[in-house]
C-alpha cells in the first residue's frame, strides 16, 4: 500500500499547538489506522511498567472501569491485551470514530 500523505497533529493539554499536512492529505482528512500504533502503545506501557506504577498482570478494569461493565471482560489482563490473548474481538472500533465533537 502506497502512503501520499499524512497530517501530524500535535496536542497539549488540550490545546492543538502544531497541525500541518503533508502530501495530498488535508487537515480535515480521517483515516484509520489500526495496528500502526501498536509499537508505540506497547513501549509506552512498558515504560510506565519499568516505573513501577503498572504491571503486565494489572487487570485492564482496574484502569479503564468500561472493563467492569464486560462479566466475561473484567478480569483481562495488560499482558493479555499485548499477547492477543485477552478473547476480544478483532471488531476494529476506531473505524467508527468520528473525531471530537
Not at 515504560?47 to 468500561?66: A, M, N, P, R, T
Not at 495488560?78 to 471530537?100: A, D, E, H, I, Y
Request: aromatic share 10%.
Amino acid at each position: 500500500m502506497e502512503i501520499d500523505g499524512c497530517v501530524l497533529l500535535l496536542i497539549k493539554d488540550g490545546d492543538i499547538i502544531y497541525e500541518k499536512a503533508f502530501g495530498s492529505y488535508n487537515i480535515n482528512i480521517v483515516v484509520p489506522i489500526a495496528f500502526a500504533t501498536k509499537w508505540v502503545s506497547a513501549v509506552l506501557v512498558m515504560d510506565v511498567i519499568d516505573h513501577g506504577l503498572l504491571s503486565l498482570d494489572d487487570k485492564v478494569s482496574d484502569w479503564i472501569s468500561y472493563y467492569n461493565d464486560i462479566p466475561d471482560k473484567k478480569d483481562i489482563t495488560v499482558r493479555q491485551l499485548f499477547s492477543r490473548t485477552s478473547g476480544l474481538t478483532n471488531r476494529l472500533l476506531c473505524l467508527n470514530f468520528q473525531g471530537p465533537n
